[in-house]
C-alpha cells in the first residue's frame, strides 16, 4: 500500500512541480516532496511551513475579491510606487493596466494579480511562447492546482485504515492536526461549494471573453489545471473517506451532492471529480474496513444517520442528477444495511430491512446495476486508482457472500425471461466482468479455492466468504442457460487475471475436474467438440468444391448468436493461454480436443473475418511457448492461409479476404489476428528453412505480405473504426522490428546473412524506398497531431512508438550492414539512415522530418518510449559532421522551432523524479540522453545545435556570448540553466542523491563546456559570478560532492576554474577558494603535522582512498579448462569506448559456453553432471561481472585521483604562493598523505604511478619552500622543514620504490625524480657568505648523513633496485638512477656505496656498456632519437662524480674507463654541424671525465696519464677541431665550455708527458707529434681568444666571459708547463718587444695580454664592491630595479610580493657578485701565470742563453735566430720600456689587494721582484 500511493503522490507531484514553483507555495512543495521522500526534515521545519501556508489553503476556497483601494493603489503605482515582498517598486503604467484587465477577468484582489503578474514575468523564459499577462492566468490556476494536490498529499500522509507512509511519529501527528483543523473548518461544504460553483468550459469562455486564452495550447493547458483543481478537491474527501470515514453530517452533504449535481461525460461515464465523491460516498459505507474498535464509531450503527440517510436516498421529491445514480446507490445502501445488521448487533436496521426489496428492486429495475457498468467501472480514471476498483470488489463480494438468496432469485428470474430480454442476472454478470477487467491486485484470487483444485485432500481452510464466492461461480455454470452463456464466459475470463487463476478456471471447466461445473455447456470438451463440430460441418459441405467454386457457395451460416459464444470461447482460451504456461501445454497436448489442428482448419476455411481474427488471437497466445512455435510455423505453412507457393488459381486465403471482404466491411480483425500471430511467433524464432522443398525457404512471403499488402496501404483504406487503422500499422511495425532484431552478421557464413529477411528490410529502410517514407509519415501524423494541441491516443501512439523504435534499430544496425556490404563487394547501395531523414519531403516540399521529430517532444506526448526514440534519432543525426550542419540550419532556421526545441529539452530535464523510483517509464534515461547528446554536440566545432541549447549565440562568434541569468537582457531558459539548477537547486543538492547518474553527466557537460575552448571563459565566468557555484559547493563539502564520480568531474572543473581565475589576478575569489581548500582550523600536530585534518583537500584524497576494491580470485572449475577458457573469453572482450574499460559480451559469451555445451553428447554426459556445468556457466558468466565490477571502481579511482591531482597541482604550482595559506605546511600534509596512503592503502597503491608523479611535483615545490627555484640557494626568510622530515619523506619514497616492483617503470623514474628532490632539500650554505660574494662551492653540502644513513639501512636491497634500473631499466629511469647513485655517491664519504658497486660487478658492469651505448647513440642520431645521449651523458656524469676522489678514480681505471671511451666511433664523426648542441652533450662529458681521472689521480700516476694520453691521441682530430678557433667566427657558450675542459685537460696533461717523449718507440713518437700539433693549436687561443670587454648582468654573457679567462688561464699553463723543468727549457715566445705585424709568439704578446688582465681586473672589482654594497641596501634601490633583478629569479615577478620582489633582487645581486668573484679568481690565476711566465722567458733569455753563448755547448732548444746577440740585446734595451716601475707597481698593488676571496700575493711579489732584477741588470 505504501508503494501504491507513493506512485500515486509522484504522478501528481510531477504535474505540481513542473510549472508550479513559483512564488509562495514552492517551499510549500518542496517540504511536502522531502516528507514523502523521507528525506530529513524536523517536526519544526514541517509545522513551520504548515502554519506559513494555513492562509494560502484557505484561499483555495475563497478567492480575494476586487478592492477599490487597492486598485487606485495599484493604478497609482506608476508614480508613487508600491510595496512588494517589503520593497516599494514602481510599475509600468502598462503592467498596471494589466493588472486591472486581469482583475476584471479573474475577478480577483488587484494586488493578488500583481504577485500573478511579476511572476509571470519572472518565468517568460520558461514559456517563450506566451505572453505576460496568458502566463499570468496559467499560473493562477496552476497555484491553485498546487495547493489542491498539497492538501490531497496531506490527507494520504495521515495514518489510517488502508496505507501508511512509515514518517516518523512526530510528523504524523503534525500533519493530522493541521488537516483535522481544516476538516473542522467545514472543509467538505467548501469543496463541495467549489464543485458546485465552478466548471472548467465555463471558466475558459469567461477567460475567452476577457481574451485571456491564448492558442489551443494554452487553452488546453488551462483546461488540464481547471480540470486536475477539481479533482483534486474531490479526491481529497476520497483519501480522507479511506483513511478515516466522515462524519454524519458530511457524509449526508456528499449525498445531497451527488444526487444532484453529479456530471456525466457524452459517453455516459463520470467524470473524474463526480467518480471520486461517488467513491468517497461508497466508502463512507464500507463497513467490512473497519476493525472491531472503529466499528462502534461506524456510521451505520448511528441510529441517527442511518435514518437520514435512507430518507435523503429514497426521497423522490427532490431532484436528481441521474436516476441511474440513485438506483445504484439503493443498491450499495441495501448491501451495507445487509452487512451491517449480519455482522453487528443493530437494531435500528431492522425496519430498514423490512425495505430492502424495494431497494433492491430500484437498483435493478432503474438501471442502477447499469450505470456501476456504464457510468463508473467504464469511466477513464476508474482503472487508474486500485482503490476505486477494491472498493467495488467489496461491494460484490458482499452481495454475493451476504446475500444468497437474493442472487438465487436474480438467477431464477433469468430463467424465466425471455431469451431476448437481458435479466438482472445478466446485468449483474456484466457489470462484474467490467470491475474485474482492472482488476491488478490479484482480487480475482477471492472467487478461487486455491492454485490447484484437482485434489481435494489439499483443499485449505476456508471462510464462509471464500465458500459463498466459488459456490456462485460454479452455481452459475451448474445453472447456466443459453442467453448468459456468453456473459458468464466473459465474466470467468475477467477472474483470469493471474496465473493461478488461469489454472483455477481451466480446472473449474475440466469434465473430470472434482470441482468441475459439472454443466456439458460451460466445459472444454463442449468448447472444443464444437469448434471440431463447426469445422467438419464446413468441410463437408466444400468436400469436391474447387477453385472459383468456393467464392460461389459463400460462408456457411452460423446464428449471430453462435457466433458470440464461439468468439467469446476463443477469447475465454486466448486469456488462459496467456496466463499460466502448464495450462497451455496441457491443453495443447491434448489427444481428444486436437486444438491446434482445429483452430488451423477453421482458418482455412471460408468463414467470417470476424471469427477468424479470434481464431488467430487465440494461437498468438499458443506462441508463448517456444517449444510449440515450431508447430505453429509448421500448420501456417501447410495451412497456406497465406499463400506462398505460387497458383494458376483464383486467389485464396487471407489476401483475397484482406481485399474483397475486410476492405468492403471497413474492418481488419482476421488481418490484424495474423499480424500479431506473426508478431508472436518472430518474438521466439526465425526459421530460416521454412518452406523448404517446394518453394524458396524462409519468410520472404510473409515479410511481402504485410509490407506489401497491409502496411503500404494501411492508410489507404477506409475504416470503420479509425482508430483500427493505427492498429494495424502498429502490428506491422512489431513485426518489422522483429525482423530487424535477428540481424546479425555471420562471419562464418555470409551468404546466410545477406539472405535472411532482416538483411532485405534493413537494406530497404536504408534507401529512399516507400517502406521507409510510410514509417517517416507515422512520425509525421503524430506530430501533426501534437501540433494542434491534441494528445495521441492510444492506438496511434503505439504506432508511432513502433515506427520510432524501428528508425532507432536502423540507426544502431546500418554501420553493422555496411560493413557487410564492404566486405563481399555487393551492388547494393545504401544511405545512411542520418541523410536519408533530411531528405526533401515530396509533400512539403522542404527537409522538415526532423521538425517532426521534434515536435514529439512536447509535454504533450507522455509516451516516454517515443520521446526517447526522438533524441535518439536527433544524437544519430547529430552525431556525424556531415550532417550537423544541415541538421543545426534547419532546426535554426526558424525561430520557432529551435525556441520548440529548447523549450522542450528544458522541460524534459526538470522533470523531478528519482532514478531509484522503480517506475519503468521513467524519464530519467531520456534526460541523460539529452546530456549526452549536448555533450557530443559541444565536441563538434561551432556554431552548431548543441551551442545554441545550452545558450550560446550561434549567429556571433562563440566567444563573445555573455551567459546570462533567464530574462536579463531578454535571455531564455536554457538547458545550461536546467543543469545548473539541478546540481544547485537545494544545498546539499538532493539530486546528488536521487539522480546520481544524471548529475554525473551534468558535471561532464560543465567540464567539456569548460574545457572548450570557445565557451571555457563565457561559463567559469557565469559560475563564478551568477551562482558562486565552486564556493558554495566546496563549503558543503562532502554532504554535497558525496559520489566519487561527482567528486571526480567536479573536481576536473574546479582545477579549471583556479587555473583560470589564478591567470587573471582575481586575488580576492581566488583566495576564497584556496582557504577553503587548503585551509585548517586545527594547529599543527605530531611530528609532521594533522594528516588528519580538516582540509578540503585531504578529505577529498580519504573519499578516493575510502573505495572498496576486492581482490579478484581466480575461478576454480571441474569441468572447463581454466586457460582455454580465459582464451575464449578474451575472443569476446571489448573496450568501451566512453570508459576505456575492457568489458565482456555476456550474451554472445554465455551462448558460446552454451554451445560447448549442446555439442557434448547426451550419452556422454548425465543429467545431473549437465547440470553442474550450467552451474559452472552462472558461475562464468557472474565471474565475468566480477571482473568488470573491480575494473570499474579502479578506472573510477584513476580518474577520481587524477581529478584531485590536477587540483593540487594547480594549487601547489599554477597559483601564486602567498595566496595558499600555510603552504609549506600544506605540502608537508599533502606529501606525507599520498606516502601514507600509497604505502598503508591498498587501492592507491594500484595508482602508484599517477601517485608518484604528484608526489615529484609536492616534493620539489616543498624544497622549493627553503630554496630557490632551480637552485641550491636556500632562501632567506623561509620557514625551516621540521626537524626528521627529510629522513621520513627519504624513508617513505625508498619504501614506495621497493614497493613498485619491476613492473612499474614510471613510477619508480617519477618516485626517484621526488627522491633526488628530496636529497637535494640539505644543500645548505650560510646566507652570510652569499651577502659577501663567497663562492657557495665552500661549506657546501649536498646531502645529510641522516639521510644517507636512511639510504644505508635498507642494505643491499635499494642498491641492488638502483643499479638494476640504471642497468636495464627505460630510458628515464635510467638516466634518474644514474643521477640519484651521482649524488648518493658523492655523498659517501665512506665508499661504502662504490665498494659494493665494485664487489658486485655493477661497476665494471656500467663501464663495459659504453658499446653498446656507443651504438644506441649511432642509430639515435640517424633516427633524432636523442634517449641514447640523455642516457650517456647521465652516465658520464655518475662517472665524473665516482672520479672526483682517488679510490674511484682507481676503480674506474681498473674497470678500463679509458679504453672504452676510447672506442666510441660516435666521438669519430664529429663535428655535427647541423646539431651543435648534440655535439656539444657528445663531447662535454668525456672531456670532463678524463679531467677528473687526471686531477683525482695526480700528475704521478703513469698508467693514468699514459691511457689517457692515448685516449687525446685517438682523438686528436677532434681535440684539433675544438681548439681551432676561428676569431671571426661567432662562438655559444658551448664552444666556450668544451674549449674550456679541453684546454684544461692538455694543460694537466703537459707537466706529466716529459719522461714519455723521451723513448724512441713508435707510440711515443706518436705521442710527441700528437703533442706538438696540439701544442701549436693551444698557442693560436692567445690570439682568438681576447679578453672579456664591459662587464653585463645576463648569465649567458657572464658564463662566457668566465669560460674566456678559464681557457686563457688554461693556455698560460699549459705554456708554464710546456716549458719544462729542469736542465731542458723551452721557449716558447720570441724576445721580440717591437710592434711587429703578425700572429707570431712574442714576449709583446704576453705583455700585452698581462698589460689587459690588469685592466679588467682593476674593473671586476670596483664592479664586486658595488654589487655587495648594492646586496646590502636592497630596500634602498627602486622597484624597477628590484623588478628588474628579481626577474632572472622569478619567472612571474608580477604575482611576487614587495617583500619576496626585494628577496629575490638581493639572491641576484649576490649571484653577479659571486660571478665578480670567480672572475677576479681567474684574473688572479692568469696574472699569476703569465708573471711566472713573462719571469722563466725573461730569465732565459737574458740569464740562460746569455751563459750559453759563452760556452761550446748547444742550446737544446730555442728559438732564437742567428742573430741572437743582437736580439738580446735589443731585448735589454726595451725591457725597462716595457715593464716600466708603474706597470710593474700594478701589479704588485693588485696581488697585494684584498679584493679575491683566494688571493695569495707572496709569489707574485717575488716574482715581480726577480724581473726587476732582470731588468736591472
Not at 1487 to 1509: C, D, P, R, Y
Not at 1555 to 1572: E, N, P, R
Request: glycine content about 4%; aromatic content about 6%.
Amino acid at each position: 500500500l505504501v508503494s501504491n500511493e507513493y506512485k500515486s503522490y509522484l504522478r501528481i507531484m510531477t504535474s505540481v512541480i513542473f510549472p508550479g514553483l513559483w512564488g509562495s507555495v514552492a517551499d510549500l512543495v518542496l517540504t511536502i516532496d522531502s516528507i514523502v521522500r523521507h528525506k530529513p526534515i524536523t517536526v519544526d521545519e514541517v509545522t513551520l511551513i504548515l502554519k506559513k501556508h494555513k492562509p494560502d489553503f484557505n484561499c483555495l476556497f475563497t478567492t480575494p475579491a476586487r478592492d477599490a483601494k487597492d486598485r487606485q493603489t495599484v493604478v497609482k503605482a506608476t508614480t508613487n510606487g508600491i510595496n512588494i515582498s517589503g520593497n516599494t517598486r514602481t510599475l509600468p503604467k502598462v503592467f498596471t493596466q494589466e493588472v486591472v484587465l486581469l482583475s476584471d477577468v479573474l475577478k480577483l484582489n488587484e494586488m493578488k494579480c500583481v504577485h500573478l503578474l511579476l511572476a509571470g514575468e519572472e518565468n517568460l523564459p520558461r514559456f517563450p511562447f506566451l505572453t505576460r499577462g496568458l502566463l499570468a492566468v496559467l499560473l493562477y490556476f496552476d497555484e491553485k492546482r498546487s495547493l489542491a494536490s498539497c492538501l490531497k498529499t496531506l490527507v494520504q500522509l495521515r495514518s489510517g485504515r488502508l496505507w501508511t507512509f512509515g514518517l516518523q511519529n512526530n510528523v504524523t501527528d503534525t500533519i493530522i492536526r493541521f488537516t483535522s483543523d481544516i476538516m473542522n473548518e467545514g472543509l467538505v461544504q467548501k469543496i463541495l461549494n467549489i464543485l458546485l460553483h465552478t466548471d472548467v468550459e465555463s471558466e475558459l469562455d469567461k477567460l475567452e471573453q476577457g481574451h485571456a486564452v491564448g492558442d489551443v495550447t494554452h487553452r488546453m493547458m488551462l483546461r488540464e489545471a481547471a480540470t486536475e483543481y477539481r479533482t483534486s478537491l474531490a479526491e481529497v474527501l476520497f483519501v480522507w473517506a479511506c483513511q478515516n470515514p466522515l462524519s454524519c453530517a458530511d457524509t449526508l452533504k456528499i449525498l445531497n451532492h451527488v444526487k444532484q449535481h453529479v456530471s456525466l461525460d457524452k459517453n455516459g461515464r463520470l467524470e473524474a471529480d463526480s467518480l471520486a465523491l461517488f467513491m468517497t460516498l461508497l466508502y463512507c459505507l464500507d463497513l467490512e474496513l473497519l476493525t472491531d474498535q472503529e466499528c462502534e464509531s461506524s456510521l451505520l450503527l448511528d441510529a441517527n444517520f442511518t435514518k437520514s440517510f435512507h430518507r435523503e436516498l429514497t426521497d423522490s421529491d427532490k431532484k436528481v442528477a441521474s436516476k441511474g445514480l440513485m438506483a445504484a446507490l439503493h443498491f450499495v445502501w441495501g448491501v451495507s444495511i445487509n452487512v451491517c445488521s449480519t455482522t453487528t448487533t443493530a437494531q435500528h436496521l431492522n425496519s430498514l430491512l423490512l425495505e430492502e426489496e424495494l431497494l433492491f428492486y430500484c437498483s435493478f429495475k432503474q438501471g442502477g446495476i447499469e450505470f456501476l457498468t456504464q457510468a463508473v467501472a467504464r469511466s477513464p480514471a476508474f482503472g487508474k486508482e486500485e482503490y476505486y476498483v477494491t472498493r467495488l470488489h467489496t461491494l460484490i463480494t458482499s452481495f454475493i457472500s451476504y446475500l444468497p438468496l437474493r442472487i438465487g432469485e436474480i438467477q431464477s428470474e433469468s430463467k424465466e425471461l425471455n431469451p431476448c430480454t437481458v435479466s438482472d442476472y445478466e446485468k449483474l454478470l456484466v457489470f462484474m466482468t467490467e470491475v474485474y477487467m482492472h482488476d491488478s491486485s490479484g482480487l480475482c484470487e477471492d472467487y478461487w479455492y486455491c492454485e490447484s483444485m484437482t485434489s481435494p485432500s489439499r483443499e485449505p481452510a476456508l471462510t464462509t466468504k471464500q465458500t459463498n464466492l466459488f459456490k456462485f461461480v460454479k452455481g452459475a455454470a451448474e445453472q447456466l442457460t443459453p442467453a448468459i452463456f456468453s456473459p458468464y464466459v466473459k465474466f470467468i475470463r475477467s477472474l483470469c487475471n493471474t496465473s493461478s487463476s488461469a489454472r483455477n478456471a481451466y480446472n473449474l471447466l475440466r469434465s473430470d475436474s472434482v470441482y468441475g461445473s459439472g454443466n456439458s455447456l460451460v466445459s472444454w470438451d463442449h468448447f472444443f467438440g464444437s469448434l471440431e463440430q463447426y469445422l467438419w460441418n464446413i468441410q463437408e459441405q466444400l468436400d469436391g468444391v474447387k477453385g472459383e467454386a468456393v467464392q460461389n457457395i459463400g460462408i456457411p451460416s452460423i446464428s449471430k448468436t453462435e457466433l458470440e459464444a464461439l468468439e467469446v470461447v476463443l477469447a475465454l482460451t486466448k486469456t488462459v493461454f496467456e496466463q499460466d504456461e502448464d495450462t497451455r501445454t496441457i491443453m495443447t497436448e491434448s489427444a481428444p480436443w486436437h486444438i491446434l489442428s482445429t483452430l488451423f482448419g477453421l482458418l482455412s476455411c471460408p468463414i467470417v473475418p470476424q471469427l477468424k481474427g479470434s481464431l488467430l488471437n487465440c494461437i498468438t497466445a499458443l506462441t508463448k511457448s517456444p517449444e510449440i512455435c515450431l508447430s505453429l510455423w509448421q500448420q501456417l505453412e501447410a495451412t497456406q492461409i497465406l499463400p506462398t507457393v505460387q497458383s494458376t488459381t483464383m486467389r485464396l486465403g487471407i489476401q483475397a479476404e484482406l481485399d474483397d471482404i475486410e476492405a468492403r466491411n471497413e474492418t481488419y480483425p482476421e488481418t490484424r489476428g495474423f499480424v500479431e500471430l506473426l508478431a508472436g511467433l518472430l518474438k521466439i524464432s526465425m526459421p530460416g528453412v521454412l518452406g523448404m522443398g517446394y518453394r524458396a525457404p524462409g519468410l520472404k512471403p510473409y515479410v511481402d505480405f504485410v509490407k506489401d499488402s497491409v502496411f503500404l496501404k494501411f492508410n489507404m483504406r477506409s475504416y470503420s473504426n479509425p482508430s483500427e487503422m493505427w492498429t494495424v500499422a502498429t502490428g506491422c511495425l512489431e513485426v518489422f522490428q522483429l525482423i530487424l532484431d535477428q540481424f546479425q552478421v555471420n562471419e562464418m557464413d555470409i551468404e546466410e546473412s545477406i539472405n535472411s529477411p532482416s538483411y532485405g528490410l534493413l537494406v530497404l529502410l536504408l534507401n529512399d524506398s516507400p517502406l521507409l517514407v510510410k514509417i517517416m509519415s507515422v512520425i509525421e501524423s503524430a506530430a501533426k497531431v501534437l501540433s494542434n494541441a491534441e494528445r495521441l491516443k492510444k492506438e496511434h501512439c503505439d504506432a508511432t512508438r513502433n515506427a520510432m523504435k524501428i528508425l532507432t534499430t536502423v540507426v544502431e544496425m546500418q554501420d553493422e550492414l555496411m560493413g557487410l556490404l564492404r566486405d563481399t563487394n555487393t551492388a547494393t547501395m545504401v544511405t545512411p539512415l542520418e541523410q536519408l531523414m533530411l531528405n526533401v519531403n515530396p509533400k512539403t516540399k522542404q527537409a522538415d522530418f526532423l521538425l517532426h521529430v521534434v515536435k514529439l517532444l512536447c509535454p504533450l506526448n507522455t509516451d516516454r518510449d517515443i520521446v526517447r526514440g526522438s533524441v535518439k534519432l536527433l544524437s544519430a543525426v547529430c552525431s556525424k559532421p556531415g550532417t550537423l550542419n544541415s541538421v543545426s540550419t534547419i532546426l535554426t532556421q526558424q525561430t520557432t522551432t529551435s525556441q520548440e526545441l529548447m523549450q522542450f529539452f528544458v522541460e524534459i530535464l526538470e522533470t523531478d523524479e528519482p532514478e531509484d523510483s522503480g517506475n519503468e517509464n521513467s524519464r530519467n534515461e531520456i534526460r541523460q540522453m539529452i546530456l549526452s547528446l549536448l555533450i557530443n554536440l559541444i565536441d563538434f566545432a561551432p556554431p552548431n545545435i548543441g551551442y545554441y541549447l545550452v545558450g550560446f549565440d550561434i549567429i556571433r562568434p562563440i566567444e563573445k556570448t555573455v551567459l546570462q541569468e533567464q530574462g536579463v537582457q531578454g535571455c531564455k531558459r536554457t538547458c545550461l540553466h536546467s543543469v545548473i539548477d539541478l546540481l544547485f537547486k537545494e544545498l546539499p543538492p538532493t539530486s546528488l542523491f536521487d539522480t546520481p547518474v544524471l548529475s554525473q553527466l551534468c558535471y561532464q557537460l560543465l567540464v567539456r563546456l569548460a574545457t572548450n575552448q570557445h565557451t571555457g571563459s563565457a561559463l567559469l565566468r557565469y559560475l563564478r559570478s551568477t551562482c558562486d557555484f565552486f564556493g558554495k559547493f566546496l563549503e558543503i563539502h562532502p554532504q554535497g560532492v558525496d559520489r566519487l564520480e561527482h567528486q571526480t568531474e567536479f573536481l576536473h572543473l574546479l582545477a579549471m576554474e583556479l587555473l583560470v581565475t589564478s591567470k587573471a589576478n582575481l586575488t580576492s575569489y581566488l583566495h576564497r577558494l584556496l582557504t577553503i581548500l587548503a585551509g585548517s582550523d586545527n594547529a599543527p600536530q605530531g611530528p609532521f603535522y594533522a594528516l588528519e585534518g580538516s582540509r578540503k583537500l585531504l578529505s577529498l584524497l580519504d573519499t578516493v582512498c575510502a573505495i572498496d576494491i576486492q581482490r579478484y580470485m581466480p575461478m576454480e572449475l571441474q569441468y572447463f579448462d581454466v586457460e582455454k577458457l580465459e582464451m575464449v573469453i578474451k575472443q569476446h572482450q571489448y573496450v568501451d569506448k566512453k570508459s576505456g574499460i575492457a568489458m565482456v559480451n555476456a550474451v554472445t559469451l554465455h551462448k558460446a559456453l552454451q554451445t560447448e555445451l549442446n555439442m557434448v553428447s547426451s550419452s556422454n554426459v548425465s543429467t545431473a553432471q549437465r547440470n553442474e556445468i550450467n552451474e559452472e556457466i552462472k558461475q562464468i558468466l557472474s565471474n565475468t561481472v566480477e571482473r568488470y565490477t573491480i575494473r570499474k571502481k579502479i578506472n573510477l579511482m584513476k580518474k577520481a585521483f587524477d581529478a584531485w591531482r590536477q587540483v593540487v597541482e594547480v594549487v601547489i604550482v599554477g597559483c601564486n604562493n602567498d595566496l595558499v595559506p600555510s603552504r609549506q605546511t600544506l605540502l608537508v600534509e599533502l606529501t606525507q598523505a599520498i606516502l601514507k596512503q600509497s604505502r598503508d592503502c591498498q587501492p592507491l597503491s594500484g595508482l602508484l604511478s599517477a601517485a608518484s608523479g604528484c608526489i615529484v611535483v609536492l616534493v620539489q615545490q616543498l624544497r622549493y619552500t627553503v630554496q630557490i627555484p632551480n637552485t641550491d640557494i636556500p632562501l632567506e626568510g623561509a620557514d625551516p622543514l621540521p626537524p626528521g622530515l627529510q629522513q621520513t619523506m627519504t624513508r617513505n619514497l625508498v619504501e614506495a620504490v621497493i614497493q613498485c616492483g619491476g613492473n612499474m617503470q614510471q613510477a619508480r623514474a617519477q618516485i626517484y625524480a621526488a627522491l633526488l628532490h628530496c636529497l637535494k632539500m640539505s644543500a645548505t650554505s650560510d646566507t652570510n657568505d652569499i651577502k659577501l660574494g663567497i663562492s657557495i662551492s665552500q661549506g657546501y653540502q649536498l646531502v645529510d648523513n641522516d639521510s644517507l644513513s636512511v639510504l644505508c639501512s635498507y642494505g643491499d636491497m635499494f642498491i641492488e633496485s638502483l643499479c638494476k634500473d640504471a642497468s636495464k631499466g627505460h630510458a628515464v629511469t635510467k638516466i634518474l638512477a644514474y643521477s640519484l647513485l651521482s649524488i648518493i655517491l658523492g655523498a659517501d664519504s665512506y665508499q661504502t656505496w662504490l665498494k659494493h658497486l665494485t664487489k658486485k660487478g655493477y661497476l665494471k658492469h656500467f663501464v663495459e656498456s659504453i658499446a653498446n651505448d656507443n651504438q644506441n647513440l649511432l642509430v639515435g642520431l640517424s633516427t633524432d632519437n636523442i634517449k641514447p645521449l640523455f642516457i650517456y651523458e647521465a652516465k658520464l656524469s655518475f662517472f665524473t662524480t665516482i672520479s672526483q676522489t682517488e679510490i674511484g678514480a682507481n676503480a674506474l681505471l681498473e674497470s678500463g674507463i679509458v679504453s672504452r671511451l676510447s672506442e666510441l666511433t660516435i666521438l669519430h664523426q664529429l663535428p655535427l654541424s647541423h646539431e651543435l648542441y648534440k655535439q656539444h652533450q657528445l663531447v662535454l662529458p668525456v672531456f670532463t671525465l678524463m679531467t677528473s681521472l687526471v686531477t683525482s689521480l695526480g700528475n704521478k700516476h703513469v698508467t693514468a696519464n699514459l691511457e689517457v694520453s692515448h685516449f687525446i691521441c685517438t682523438y686528436s682530430e677532434l681535440i684539433s677541431g675544438i681548439l681551432k678557433f676561428s676569431p671571426g667566427l661567432e662562438r655559444k657558450k658551448e664552444d666556450y665550455e668544451e674549449l674550456s675542459v679541453v684546454t684544461c685537460l692538455l694543460s694537466w696533461l703537459r707537466s706529466s708527458q716529459q719522461d714519455l717523449y723521451k723513448k724512441d718507440d713508435a707510440v711515443s713518437i706518436q705521442l710527441q707529434s700528437t703533442s706538438t700539433q696540439l701544442q701549436r693549436h693551444m698557442m693560436n687561443l692567445l690570439h682568438t681568444i681576447k679578453l672579456p670587454g664591459k662587464a653585463t648582468c645576463n648569465d649567458t654573457d657572464l658564463s662566457v666571459q668566465t669560460l674566456k679567462l678559464q681557457v686563457l688561464s688554461n693556455v698560460i699553463m699549459y705554456c708554464v708547463a710546456a716549458m719544462g723543468t729542469g736542465s731542458t727549457i723551452h721557449a716558447l715566445f720570441t724576445s721580440d718587444l717591437g710592434n711587429k705585424k703578425g700572429n707570431g709568439y712574442t714576449l709583446d704578446l704576453l705583455i700585452n695580454l698581462l698589460q689587459k688582465s690588469l685592466d679588467g681586473s682593476s674593473h671586476r672589482a670596483d664592479t664586486y664592491t658595488q654589487l655587495l654594497h648594492k646586496s646590502l641596501n636592497v630596500h634602498q634601490m627602486s622597484t624597477e630595479e628590484q623588478r628588474g633583478h628579481a626577474s632572472a629569479i622569478a619567472v612571474d615577478i608580477e604575482k611576487c610580493s614587495a617583500h619576496q620582489r626585494a628577496k629575490y633582487a638581493e639572491i641576484r645581486l649576490g649571484q653577479l657578485a659571486e660571478f665578480k668573484d670567480k672572475e677576479l679568481l681567474l684574473y688572479t690565476q692568469l696574472i699569476e701565470n703569465l708573471v711566472l711566465l713573462l719571469w722563466r722567458h725573461i730569465h732565459y733569455y737574458i740569464v740562460y742563453c746569455k751563459d750559453m753563448a759563452s760556452t761550446l755547448e748547444p742550446i737544446p732548444k730555442r728559438l732564437l735566430t742567428t742573430s741572437h746577440n743582437e736580439n738580446l740585446k735589443q731585448l735589454s734595451r726595451d725591457l725597462p720600456l716595457h715593464l716600466s716601475e708603474p706597470f710593474m707597481k700594478k701589479i704588485v698593488d693588485f696581488c697585494s689587494a684584498k679584493n679575491s676571496t683566494t688571493l695569495t700575493s707572496s709569489f707574485t711579489s717575488a716574482l715581480v721582484r726577480r724581473i726587476r732584477k732582470l731588468i736591472s741588470v
